[in-house]
C-alpha cells in the first residue's frame, strides 16, 4: 500500500462538520489531493473506515473520497460488505449495483 493511502488511513474518519477544525480539514483535504488515481482495490478497502459515520459530507471531503474509492479497477470489492452500516459505502454499492 503506498505511503500516501496511509497517511490518510492514519487520519482517521472524517469527522462531522460541526465538529471539523480548519487545519483537521486541511489535512485531510491535502492527503486526498495526494493520492495518485487510480487505486487498487486493497487501498479502496484501507480507506473505506475514512468515511464519516453519518450522512454528512465533511464539507465535500466525502464526495472526493467517494470518487477516489471508485477508481479502483475492482470496485466494488467485495470485502466492502464488511462495511454496509456506513450511509456512504452502502450508497457506493448501491451506485455500483445500477451501474
Known sequence: MR?????LVEL???PEEENATV???EAFEAAIRAIDQPISDSEAVA???VF???EG???GLAWSLLHL????PGWPCQAAQLHLSNP???SMLQRAERA
Open 23 to 25: 487545519p483537521e480539514l
Open 3 to 7: 505511503a500516501s493511502v496511509i497517511a
Open 52 to 54: 464519516p459515520t453519518g
Open 57 to 59: 459530507s465533511c464539507f
Open 47 to 49: 480507506l473505506l473506515p
Open 69 to 72: 474509492v471508485e477508481t479502483a
Open 88 to 90: 456512504w459505502v452502502s
Open 12 to 14: 482517521g474518519r472524517l
